[in-house]
């Protein structure tokens, strides 16, 4: 062989290693949103903020409170909810953090039903599975052992991706980084559902936990978890006959 030849083999050869590298990943992936949607933390987030502005704070506040956040400033947060900012300024978020920790140990724990559809879905399905949170206390994998097992919830997930200022930006360079091109996302707000179809993912809305079913504006609503089994079956089945027989005409 020629040293041209040679040259253009080589050349060639790189141009096949860096395509496969680069290539997608058509592996299936599940994103669940973590509090409301995985683990009931309404009541425990009213206690905490009912202990912190040494007022009531009742549930359905604390759902309001919730849904807004992404869609206001922080300013506008506080002064509508009547929270004193300079409560949160000086040194207020620590305090604020101690007590939402106290509570979620006393009171939060896992939707009925999420156990066991996670169990099941790990057992039938070929998927991996992760949380999306603002909750970074779940960066730590001893940490999220601890934490999962105390809520009664399976640590069947290949990862945690948290952020607490900019979850929407880190679940974008995850996905970019895994070059993930099939998933679903589910949660139980707007915000969630909207980060599942700006990134081309299957999305499910849940009604159990900070959002009610006309809130959602997602490709499935389910009232139990126990439906997402079927949705997650057959969409599945979707992939594989797109893999054998490629998308439709």
């Known amino acids: 062989m020629s040293v041209k030849e040679k040259v253009k083999t080589k050349k060639l050869n790189e141009s096949i290693t860096k395509n496969q590298n680069t290539s997608v990943n058509d592996t299936p992936w599940i994103f669940f949103d973590y509090s409301g949607t995985l683990i009931d933390t309404i009541n425990a987030l009213s206690n905490t903020y009912s202990k912190y502005l040494g007022r009531d704070f009742p549930p359905q506040?604390?759902?309001?409170?919730?849904?807004?956040?992404?869609?206001?400033?922080?300013?506008?947060?506080?002064?509508?909810?009547?929270?004193?900012?300079?409560?949160?300024?000086?040194g207020g978020r620590k305090?604020?953090?101690?007590?939402?920790?106290?509570?979620?140990?006393?009171?939060?724990?896992?939707?009925?039903?999420?156990?066991?559809?996670?169990?099941?879905?790990?057992?039938i399905a070929k998927v991996k599975?992760?949380?999306?949170?603002?909750?970074?206390?779940?960066?730590?994998?001893?940490?999220?052992?601890?934490?999962?097992?105390?809520f009664g919830i399976p640590n069947v997930f290949e990862t945690v991706i948290t952020d607490h200022k900019n979850?929407?930006?880190?679940?974008?360079?995850?996905?970019?980084?895994?070059?993930i091109t099939n998933g679903v996302f589910i949660g139980d707000t707007q915000f969630d559902?909207?980060?599942?179809?700006?990134?081309?993912?299957?999305?499910?809305?849940?009604?159990?936990?900070?959002?009610?079913?006309?809130?959602?504006?997602?490709?499935?609503?389910?009232?139990n978890p126990h439906e997402l089994l079927q949705i997650i079956t057959d969409?599945?089945?979707?992939?594989?006959?797109?893999?054998?027989?490629?998308?439709?005409?």
């Open 167 to 179: 979850k929407e930006k880190s679940f974008k360079i995850f996905l970019e980084d895994k070059q």
């Open 61 to 90: 506040q604390v759902k309001y409170l919730y849904n807004d956040f992404p869609k206001s400033s922080k300013i506008k947060i506080l002064l509508k909810y009547k929270m004193n900012p300079l409560k949160f300024i000086l």
């Open 235 to 249: 969409w599945l089945h979707q992939l594989e006959q797109k893999k054998l027989h490629g998308d439709p005409i």
């Open 95 to 123: 305090r604020f953090d101690k007590v939402r920790l106290e509570e979620f140990r006393k009171n939060a724990k896992a939707f009925e039903g999420i156990p066991e559809v996670l169990i099941k879905i790990q057992k």
């Open 129 to 150: 599975m992760a949380i999306v949170t603002h909750d970074t206390e779940l960066n730590s994998p001893e940490k999220r052992e601890k934490i999962l097992t105390q």
């Open 193 to 223: 559902i909207y980060l599942g179809k700006i990134n081309n993912l299957k999305t499910v809305g849940v009604s159990w936990g900070f959002s009610v079913i006309d809130d959602l504006d997602a490709d499935h609503i389910i009232n």
